[in-house]
């Protein structure tokens, strides 16, 4: 075979092996692209698509071979700058994967792909103010970006940004309104807002379309669960009736589902648990004729504990309230 009949067969390798990445093909693609490797070996791009397809494959070690090739054949590589972050964060190298996201916004600054990594970096480098300047960037770059509204979006909500992270993932959700984690995440942006009939309707989305997924779950009956036991006794049938009625089944579903100490609240278990102390005290006083004096200060300690947790859910409940009228009151960009 001639070197010309060589390249021609490397080329036609290079774009079946293409094609079949896009097809997320990605372990037919291998054969095809290390025939081309043979060829060109030189080729730092086709190390590129190599560290892709381990990638995509799980096969971390082989791909981040490829990544740090494709350096070494062409520092200013910034696809494999690229693919080498996503790898250095698979392996929890938050430093490595910052300075090589770092090193690829450098080359190409106005590269929204590229954004979002560096990004991404910088939060796992504990930089959220920085993260969400360059998310924000990115976002500049291609408004329409659903990933980059649902990157700004976790970014935001982590912050404690609310508001901001609710308008995000709702156009997130716009994109993908079928995604059960937007949906999850969008609900907690609401429910720090205090809006817990809309964050009670998302959960359920997310139940809907995950319904093996336990979170989900969990998240909607604990949000319904606090809402009505946060009410007085005489108000918890007409708090539960002002709920959507599809919220409403699933949480008398889910109630009735559940054992007798997942219907309560902790200052209900830990009372509980409590008076069942005190009822063993008062038999083994009664039953050994110990002075009575003993069983009297231990309830009164109970008396006492459950004031400071009562206390305590209080002050959580003030502290909550404020901080939602804080994020409502500052919802604009800084």
């Not at 290390?34 to 590129?48: G, R, V």
């Not at 590269?111 to 979002?116: E, Q």
Request: charged share 20%.
């Amino acid at each position: 075979m001639s070197d010309a009949e060589g390249v021609l067969l490397a080329d036609r390798a290079v774009d079946q092996a293409q094609a079949l990445i896009e097809l997320g093909r990605y372990e037919q693609a291998l054969p095809l692209l290390s025939q081309a490797l043979a060829q060109a070996p030189d080729d730092d791009w086709l190390h590129c698509r190599m560290a892709d397809a381990y990638y995509f494959l799980d096969q971390h070690d082989n791909a981040l071979k490829h990544a740090r090739n494709a350096l070494g054949l062409n520092p200013n590589n910034v696809y494999a700058l690229y693919r080498l972050s996503w790898l250095q964060l698979a392996f929890h190298d938050f430093d490595g994967a910052l300075k090589s996201a770092t090193a690829a916004a450098n080359i190409e600054p106005d590269d929204g792909g590229i954004l979002y990594t560096l990004a991404w970096t910088q939060y796992h480098n504990g930089q959220l103010s920085q993260a969400l300047v360059t998310a924000a960037q990115a976002l500049e770059l291609d408004p329409e970006d659903a990933d980059l509204h649902r990157l700004l979006a976790d970014l935001t909500l982590n912050a404690g940004k609310y508001a901001q992270a609710e308008s995000h993932y709702r156009e997130a959700l716009r994109h993908n309104p079928e995604d059960a984690l937007i949906h999850s995440n969008l609900a907690k942006s609401l429910q720090a807002q205090n809006k817990i009939a809309e964050a009670a309707e998302h959960y359920l989305a997310a139940v809907k379309i995950d319904a093996a997924d336990e979170d989900y779950r969990n998240e909607l009956f604990e949000l319904v669960h606090h809402e009505i036991m946060d009410q007085p006794l005489q108000n918890r049938d007409k708090a539960l009736s002002r709920l959507d009625p599809a919220v409403r089944y699933f949480y008398e579903d889910q109630l009735n589902r559940r054992g007798f100490m997942g219907k309560l609240r902790i200052t209900s278990i830990v009372s509980l648990w409590l008076l069942a102390l005190g009822v063993l005290m008062a038999f083994f006083t009664w039953v050994t004729g110990d002075n009575p004096v003993k069983m009297i200060r231990f309830v009164l300690v109970v008396a006492f504990i459950y004031m400071l947790l009562f206390l305590a859910k209080v002050a959580l409940q003030f502290v909550r309230q404020r901080k939602s009228k804080a994020v409502t009151t500052n919802s604009s960009p800084d």
